[in-house]
């Protein structure tokens, strides 16, 4: 198996890119075609002896960057990293595409250049969000602002296959995000699209979910239009970000504070664990002909490292020809 990983994509690149790559050559097996300023690379490899056993390295002279127009960097920027990548996963020179780099370009590149299955207009953004009960799939989060109903129904569809290939969950459930757990809450294209999930074959939908009950983690996925995936998503790792912060202020506020802190020490750090969007990986395209893994912009070498880990698995477990049978379903409807 081949993945290939953008090199010069992320706020860490290429350092941190290149840590979790040979991390994960060495304890997944898996063999990698790194694709980024060559020579750069390798000196930044020799400066911090990291090995190079394992990847190919394929050199590139452009970068798209986070201020660029994506639609207008992907038709222009021939030689970047992230068009070079995707290049040679559509040609099939590698199994699956990993990259830190903007969003926006790789959102356009899945769809111009690796292409989407039959029946799926755009690609979705899906990532594995922490909650209390156990983490829940979020799509789309930000790369399709607006959607038609029929576009959350094959959301709901490619997500339920998702978590059940990649997280390993039987029969997973599926909720719609609107202001009201009644049929008829929300605006015309939600109740349509309310109707539209109870009617199709092959996902477990539960019907509307609120906002306050995201964060439980009672369902396996949530779906909704890409502007309220990334509200939800943001202001979820900013309330986390707030409450972590709270509890080392108390903490630290006096020595009652160290104490108590001394006693739940183990406790506060299985928290940071379960609330580090690092474990989780990357966000995959879903709805690309091939797997497309965007990493969070400021991963550092964990998260590179787990992103190539759920790109491995969705090889393995051959996600996008699920996927495609159960849009077949769909779309026979």
Not at 197 to 223: C, M, Q, S, W, Y
Not at 287 to 302: E, N, R
């Amino acid at each position: 198996m081949k993945i290939i990983v953008d090199m010069m994509g992320g706020d860490n690149a290429p350092l941190a890119v290149l840590e979790g790559t040979a991390q994960a050559v060495k304890e997944y097996g898996v063999q990698v075609i790194g694709v980024g300023r060559e020579e750069l690379v390798r000196k930044t490899a020799a400066e911090h002896n990291i090995p190079l056993d394992g990847i190919e390295l394929v050199n590139c002279t452009e970068t798209i960057e986070m201020c660029d127009e994506p639609a207008r960097a992907i038709r222009s920027k021939k030689d970047s990293s992230i068009v070079v990548g995707l290049n040679l996963l559509k040609e099939g020179k590698g199994d699956a595409f990993v990259s830190a780099g903007s969003t926006g370009a790789l959102h356009v590149g899945a769809s111009l250049i690796v292409r989407t299955l039959k029946g799926v207009k755009r690609p979705a953004l899906a990532t594995m969000v922490p909650a209390k009960n156990k983490a829940y799939l979020l799509l789309d989060c930000g790369a399709n602002v607006e959607c038609r109903p029929e576009m959350l129904a094959a959301f709901a569809v490619m997500g339920s296959c998702y978590v059940n290939k990649v997280e390993g969950r039987t029969a997973p459930t599926v909720a719609l995000a609107n202001n009201g757990a009644e049929e008829s809450k929300g605006t015309p294209m939600l109740r349509e699209a309310h109707q539209l999930l109870k009617a199709t074959p092959g996902i477990r939908f539960v019907g509307n979910i609120e906002p306050r009950d995201v964060p439980n983690g009672d369902v396996d996925v949530v779906v909704c239009d890409g502007f309220t995936g990334n509200v939800i998503l943001k202001l979820t790792e900013g309330v986390a970000k707030m409450l972590l912060g709270m509890l080392k202020e108390m903490f630290l506020a006096n020595l009652g504070g160290k104490i108590a802190y001394l006693l739940l020490k183990s406790g506060v750090g299985s928290l940071k664990h379960q609330m580090d969007s690092e474990e989780y990986g990357g966000a995959p395209f879903l709805g690309a002909k091939q797997p497309v893994i965007k990493a969070h912009g400021s991963s550092k070498a964990k998260g590179i490292k787990n992103a190539i880990r759920q790109a491995k698995i969705c090889v393995e477990n051959d996600l996008c020809g699920t996927m495609q049978s159960a849009l077949d379903e769909l779309n026979k409807e």
